[in-house]
């Protein structure tokens, strides 16, 4: 098969971090559902990122967001990666978050069953390479909630 052309990525992403940030967004959209984060700042130390809600997640709520994340990480879920054309994207896969000069063949990210989304990111190979997941603190503000998020992965 001929080597899919992608666009070029431009970010050296903290690989345990991004791949959990694909969890978290499923995590979320299952639990509230919200729409994936339209806007993140994953990096090594910690992460932010902001989901639409029309009411504050409860800390039972927020504990529960927690336990979920641990959970799949402890699963171990593979994560593979597909080359598809726009037009053969599976159903529930969005493409809103796509920049406007993205390439036709598109990277589809699947983690296990639990999650596919289009991204050429980097990730690690499976969920248990991301170490354990800690919301270190959240905010809502006229809508918009916040988590600040750490995994223990060294890498």
Sequence with gaps: MEEPVLNSHNKDEHRPSHTAEHLLNQTMVRMFGTERSKNAHIER????????????????????????????????????????????????????KLPEDASETLRIVRIGDYDACACIGQHVESTGQIGGFRITSTSYNEGSFRIVFKVSATE
């Design 45 to 96: 130390k910690k992460s932010k990122i902001n989901y639409n809600l029309p009411e504050c997640p409860t800390p039972e709520q927020v504990s529960a967001i927690e336990a979920k994340m641990n959970e799949l990480i402890a699963q171990d879920l593979p994560v593979t990666y597909e080359f598809m054309t726009r037009d053969n994207i599976p159903e529930g896969v969005k493409l809103d």
